[in-house]
């Protein structure tokens, strides 16, 4: 059965480039919709970010890029510029990620899509959103996650603060930004009118970590350990992921550890008794993983009913039966490359190869009459 393609017939003027922009674009191809990207003549710098299958063709440049027609224009030329705003008057969608004021400056702002065009849906994807004292500043994923405090709950097993290892917050921004997207190109009632978006890297960050923030102002400004012992341990071999849920499965944590002791010892009882005595309750059971395998542990704690597993690479992952099973991950042609590309929940593989920079040029400026030179 194929999957329903809302946005079929929608034009999408992707004029972003990185990651958070991008990534909406993709997901806008993926529902059906035909997008656009418009790129500078030496391509969006997301084509030099990370390793390359081909040149200009990195991981990330053909993930966000896939079922995209890709442009190549001069937006600082008039004739770039008229290009633009030409297909910008015909777009149900116009996504752009520069820092605000940018494209004001350049005669492709809000006002001047507007004028063009009285139904255009035009998102504007930013660090610090459109308002406030930062608002021109840059922003990029690293310093997103240190400006938003992300990294202060993130930290390495010496309690300093460590970088998320994908571009998170560029990621998360482009799932809000496509949500945000979907709903303004179907408004419940009447006919649409011009909307601009405004979706942050900053906002993006706080939404996703809601919780933490509200814990942040319920203790006081305490960082907690989310259910300890909960967390990663180095077992003789390699890493081992422990969690839980409820306060009754330390007893069979403990158990499972050869620790039955601790089960009622009022310094490790509860959940807020081991976060009062993490260090010292940390440190034990170091030591002890440390005696044995990943796997032996994992076998131990799973037959008391504990949620722990040995740590995967993406080798392991991708060659798991049960990543096989549900297709979680299918070889596609990408274009420069054919590789394995999970899939997004609850759809069929969207299976679209990434254009090169400007592959579609010559056969877009005759479809709409673009005079590029």
């Given at each position: 059965?194929?999957?329903?393609?809302?946005?079929?017939?929608?034009?999408v003027?992707?004029?972003?480039?990185?990651?958070?922009?991008?990534?909406?674009?993709?997901?806008?191809?993926?529902?059906?919709?035909?997008?656009?990207?418009?790129?500078?003549?030496?391509?969006?710098?997301?084509?030099?970010?990370?390793?390359?299958?081909?040149?200009?063709?990195?991981?990330?440049?053909?993930?966000?890029?896939?079922?995209?027609?890709?442009?190549?224009?001069?937006?600082?030329?008039?004739?770039?510029?008229?290009?633009?705003?030409?297909?910008?008057?015909q777009?149900?969608?116009?996504?752009?990620?520069?820092?605000?004021?940018?494209?004001?400056?350049?005669?492709?702002?809000?006002?001047?899509?507007?004028?063009?065009?009285?139904?255009?849906?035009?998102?504007?994807?930013?660090?610090?959103?459109?308002?406030?004292?930062?608002?021109?500043?840059?922003?990029?994923?690293t310093?997103?996650?240190?400006?938003?405090?992300?990294m202060?709950?993130?930290?390495?097993?010496?309690?300093?603060?460590?970088?998320?290892?994908?571009?998170?917050?560029?990621?998360?921004?482009?799932?809000?930004?496509?949500?945000?997207?979907?709903?303004?190109?179907?408004?419940?009632?009447?006919?649409?009118?011009?909307?601009?978006?405004d979706?942050?890297?900053v906002?993006?960050?706080?939404?996703?970590?809601?919780?933490?923030?509200?814990?942040?102002?319920?203790?006081?400004?305490?960082?907690?350990?989310?259910?300890?012992?909960?967390?990663i341990?180095?077992?003789?071999?390699?890493?081992?992921?422990?969690t839980?849920?409820?306060?009754?499965?330390?007893?069979?944590?403990?158990?499972?550890?050869?620790?039955?002791?601790?089960?009622?010892?009022?310094?490790f009882?509860?959940?807020?008794a081991?976060?009062?005595?993490?260090?010292?309750?940390?440190?034990?059971?170091?030591?002890i993983?440390?005696?044995?395998?990943?796997?032996?542990?994992?076998?131990?704690l799973?037959?008391?009913?504990?949620?722990?597993?040995?740590?995967?690479?993406?080798?392991d992952?991708?060659?798991?039966?049960?990543?096989?099973?549900?297709?979680?991950?299918?070889?596609?042609?990408l274009?420069?490359?054919?590789?394995?590309?999970?899939?997004?929940?609850?759809?069929?593989?969207?299976?679209?190869?990434?254009?090169?920079?400007?592959?579609?040029?010559?056969?877009?400026?005759?479809?709409?009459?673009?005079?590029?030179?």
């Amino acid at each position: 059965m194929s999957d329903a393609l809302p946005l079929k017939g929608r034009l999408v003027l992707d004029l972003s480039q990185g990651i958070a922009g991008p990534s909406c674009g993709m997901t806008m191809a993926e529902l059906g919709a035909r997008v656009i990207k418009v790129e500078p003549p030496a391509g969006d710098w997301i084509r030099n970010l990370g390793a390359a299958a081909a040149p200009g063709a990195t991981a990330f440049s053909l993930y966000y890029n896939r079922g995209k027609e890709s442009l190549t224009l001069d937006l600082k030329s008039r004739a770039g510029l008229d290009a633009a705003l030409k297909l910008a008057a015909q777009a149900d969608l116009l996504i752009e990620s520069g820092r605000p004021g940018v494209t004001e400056k350049m005669g492709l702002g809000f006002e001047a899509v507007k004028a063009l065009n009285p139904g255009i849906v035009y998102l504007t994807i930013s660090g610090f959103g459109l308002e406030g004292p930062r608002a021109p500043e840059p922003m990029v994923d690293t310093y997103a996650q240190a400006y938003t405090g992300m990294m202060s709950i993130t930290r390495d097993d010496r309690g300093q603060p460590v970088r998320f290892g994908q571009p998170l917050v560029d990621a998360v921004t482009g799932l809000y930004a496509a949500q945000a997207a979907l709903a303004a190109l179907f408004p419940t009632e009447g006919k649409r009118e011009a909307r601009r978006l405004d979706v942050s890297l900053v906002q993006s960050a706080a939404a996703l970590m809601a919780p933490k923030v509200l814990e942040w102002e319920i203790t006081g400004g305490r960082v907690l350990s989310i259910n300890p012992p909960a967390g990663i341990y180095m077992a003789s071999d390699r890493h081992l992921a422990l969690t839980l849920v409820r306060e009754i499965e330390w007893a069979g944590i403990c158990r499972a550890l050869d620790r039955e002791a601790w089960i009622d010892d009022p310094c490790f009882n509860s959940f807020a008794a081991r976060n009062a005595n993490y260090d010292e309750m940390r440190a034990a059971m170091e030591a002890i993983f440390a005696t044995d395998t990943a796997d032996v542990w994992s076998e131990r704690l799973t037959a008391q009913g504990i949620l722990a597993r040995p740590v995967n690479d993406y080798g392991d992952w991708l060659s798991d039966p049960q990543v096989v099973a549900m297709r979680a991950s299918p070889v596609m042609d990408l274009g420069a490359a054919s590789l394995p590309v999970p899939r997004t929940p609850s759809r069929q593989p969207f299976d679209a190869p990434s254009p090169e920079a400007g592959q579609q040029t010559a056969a877009l400026a005759e479809e709409f009459g673009l005079v590029l030179d």
